[in-house]
């Protein structure tokens, strides 16, 4: 991770970071499908039109054209890259709703794109893995409880550390802002929005310039984002600020963070946080809402967010509500490549490198090679025989664990490189201990 | 795959059809993993110069920009999107050359856009699953052997059926060609790519009218790719055709060809054929050429191609040879899909779907699914308390195996929807038989 891309805003990974990336996703993957979610891919390319229709980021949208344009390209609708797995899917979830059983639940892990002005974390190109439930017409409020279980669990396997859900409701946060008078509640929200980057006093400020609020209504939008519990006590905390009974809708935000909070308590202890600071920018959140801090990482900002939409799509009248999270897979690996926490036992999936004691003995390695294959353990051939020590030089510097010997009488040795131990064997029934048939991924303590 | 494509030339699967191509995507990974290559995945995006220096399909080339470019954008190289995996390996090697151990093999899956009109079975976004050994300076050519055994195997594990590949080598038909007099060597070879589309007459005047050829040359380089046979009987019909003593070129074409024709059929008997007729119209090959055919499908054309470069890139002085060969995926998966050859038993990962007595059960039937989740079955619990019917209906529809039901006892059962077959059990012992464990992939003879 010391090496400069080579186009600045595009990360590549070397072989053994690469292992522990695909050691990620598949992590990922497996709880996912273990929870009954779907594995989906979208195009690359949308339309224009599509990426634009949620308003926002077009500024980072990368169009994409023939180079040579021909007579027929005139006709065609202007196409971009997708910038996240979200709209993507929206489009396909309208498309297919005909073919597709719903509550619907998928998982997506794909590459995005946007244009931004590269800096340190960030990425021109990226991975994101997305878990969304997606229902027709409604969907119950358990989906936003299920996801956040789901996405908790994924992130305790990945085993990156201590890690904090923190969730709000946006019907808590609308039903609060309008109780003490303040209708403006998208401003209010995307100004609240900016609490951590730019301090209280810059956030009272803008509401009081651009949301219509007096000092006292900043200042008790300011109490309410500063409510903060492990626990179902942030609403008698917000009661009490209220006042007054709450509203229905405030009532309805109560009630679903406090189930929330109370369920992830139960399910994935130690990893919820009532933060009623969490506001996420995007309009289209109608309810939870959730960001994802990794301690010691925070200047990552939150590596898994997302909520609820009540209509992440819609076709005529009918309308399909969502709740989704999605954990942004490439700065969270760079990070954790870059600081050592994170890395592969070795940078290839080959355990034995049978080694070639004259080069006409090629074709008996690979006899060797495919009895260990035959039963899943990766082996690899030499290609010339150079002496023993250059050939057993090559397998160490790649970490590859074992090497094999075979002398003229046909007679089988296997050496472990790393203890030197050496022992006569049979190709036909030896194996390796399990933790070395795959490459492992190690996770470092920061403090050795 | 009866859906139309919502934009022209870009397949988007249903869910069904995604576990297929996913089960596709790791039975390749597991082969390419067990014989030793590393997985690797380079940036969709290279500079459109990168991209050009093979001087080839230009006009494909999708570039991309951002919508709103700011005052440095004209700072920027021309960026556009891969077509192949191959370019940016060869540009990737010479980046990370200090970093790699040569030989170096890797495999990379992934996507690649072509801006070329759509055609049936022709996609502009479509994934592509490689294979290359890259040596440091050289590299034996028993490596030209390994990867089309490797890649054998792989299309065998994929059990799409009966396929040929179609193997020849560059050295023999230019040292045939000069041996012959006629010494644009790679006008030939492009013209004589051409045979099975356009048909020997055809290919006979071009022959003639631009690669400088007799009457006598032309019909002698027809006949040679003519030859065809299962074993190394190939190479006499070669000599009796020069008539003189071969040419060293044209011999080391003939050993290199007989060795590998020997040992594909000692370890993938049946697999492959001598094809003297396969040229592949590209300039950088420089030894093996193979295509393959998947018997039935003749259409569809080659289904895996690759070759042998001496020079795959180049960094200074040194010079990276590479042998290896790719599948088109998406083209392959399409055409099975389409004519119903394969299919996946259930459109989710979903094995156990615990139904609801009552809403309040919701708690309880987590903790069934917890524990058949633990133990790697992947489980879902309903969202709402309907009717048994319902809930066994949506079970079936998605094609889960089997329904769990909890008793207000807390007693449990499990139903095989297929069979109704419904049985006492015990959430922390129960599993399904193996081959329900995950989604299974069905290929269907095409005459039931």
């Known amino acids: 991770m010391a090496r400069k891309a080579s186009l600045s805003g595009y990360l590549e990974l070397l072989p053994a970071e690469r292992l522990t990336e695909l050691h990620m996703l598949d992590t990922l993957r497996q709880v996912f499908e273990v929870h009954g979610f779907s594995p989906l891919e979208t195009r690359a390319v949308e339309t224009v039109e599509t990426l634009l229709q949620k308003g926002e980021i077009d500024q980072e949208i990368y169009a994409i054209s023939r180079i040579h344009e021909d007579e027929g390209a005139g006709r065609e609708a202007k196409l971009a890259l997708r910038f996240d797995n979200t709209v993507p899917f929206a489009r396909y979830v309208t498309e297919n709703a005909g073919h597709l059983a719903f509550p619907f639940r998928r998982y997506q892990i794909q590459k995005v794109w946007r244009g931004e002005r590269p800096q340190a974390g960030r990425f021109r190109e990226f991975s994101q893995a997305d878990i969304d439930i997606v229902g027709d017409g409604a969907l119950p409020f358990r989906c936003d409880v299920e996801i956040a279980i789901v996405m908790a669990r994924a992130l305790e396997a990945l085993r990156i550390g201590e890690f904090s859900l923190r969730v709000n409701n946006r019907k808590l946060s609308e039903g609060f802002y309008r109780s003490i008078g303040l209708t403006d509640t998208a401003a209010v929200l995307r100004i609240v929005d900016k609490l951590e980057k730019v301090g209280p006093s810059q956030v009272a400020e803008e509401l009081r310039r651009t949301a219509g609020a007096s000092a006292e209504q900043a200042q008790r939008a300011l109490e309410l984002a500063q409510i903060r519990t492990g626990d179902g006590s942030f609403a008698e905390k917000v009661r009490a600020l209220v006042g007054d009974e709450p509203s229905a809708l405030l009532q309805e935000g109560l009630d679903e963070l406090s189930e929330l909070m109370s369920v ?162 049979d190709p036909s029934s030896w194996a390796p201990p399990t933790e070395d048939l795959t490459p492992q991924i190690i996770r470092k303590t920061e403090d050795p």
């Open 264 to 425: 992830l308590n139960t399910r994935v202890p130690g990893r919820a946080m009532a933060d009623l600071s969490i506001a996420r920018g995007l309009d289209y959140y109608t309810g939870t809402v959730i960001e994802t801090l990794l301690h010691g990482h925070e200047d990552l900002g939150s590596i898994c967010s997302g909520g609820r939409y009540e209509s992440l799509a819609s076709k005529g009248k009918r309308v399909f509500p969502g709740v989704g999270l999605s954990i942004g897979v490439t700065r969270l690996l760079s990070a954790l490549l870059s600081s050592g926490e994170l890395a592969a036992s070795r940078s290839v999936p080959t355990v034995v490198y049978v080694t070639l004691r004259t080069s006409e003995d090629w074709g008996a390695a690979q006899d060797v090679a495919d009895q260990l294959r035959s039963r899943g353990i990766s082996a690899e051939v030499a290609l010339s025989a150079e002496k023993f020590g250059k050939q057993i030089k090559y397998a160490d510097r790649r970490g590859i664990p074992f090497v094999w010997f075979t002398d003229d009488l046909g007679r089988h040795e296997v050496k472990d490189i790393r203890s030197g131990t050496q022992e006569e064997t």
